[in-house]
């Protein structure tokens, strides 16, 4: 009889010691797997701008390119101040709070010919509740100023506004020639969302 008690026992004690660690993991374990699982999504938004950087400036030298948008958040195009953001929702960041930060070489509004790149790459998370993040990936385009003229890349909604879209699009850049206004050379690039 001591015996069956014994077993019986030590099979309660297995299943409670079993418990509660598959417990710990679960209430633990979640939280940082979701954790991980932002800072990843956050690599990829920083990837996939720098990605649409290198295509929009190989774009404006002429011919077209594409770049899907496989993130989970929104694809921004601003055509008033021709601007292209990224916006995510996530549960942490790896960004300071608050204001702008760079993620290029600099984020003067205008630049030097031959010495500053034409972009100005930046983020910004901003807290919304605890652990609600909204970040902010922003693309735009500097003039640079040589001797006599300057140049700038402008970018161009293909259908005439601003463009919103989800995941799961792909995003068409279109070379569509140069404008020259008071020695301000404009290299015009398009961009459609299909």
Known sequence: MIKAQTEVLTTLLIFVVTLSVVTSVYMFGIPLIEKNKDMA???RAEDF????NIKIK???NGGSDQIEFNLPGLFVFNETNESIQVV????GTKYAEGGWISLSMGNKTTGRWGIDEP???EVR????ANKKYISTFRLKYRQ???QQKSYKISLASASGGSLVTGEGHNIILTYAGTSENEGLINTIVKINII
Do not use: R
């Open 41 to 43: 999504t956050l690599e």
């Open 49 to 52: 701008i720098k990605s649409l």
């Open 58 to 60: 190989g774009v404006a």
């Open 88 to 91: 995510l929702k996530t549960t």
């Open 119 to 121: 972009e100005i790459i």
């Open 125 to 128: 998370s901003i807290k919304l």
């Open 144 to 146: 640079l100023d040589a």
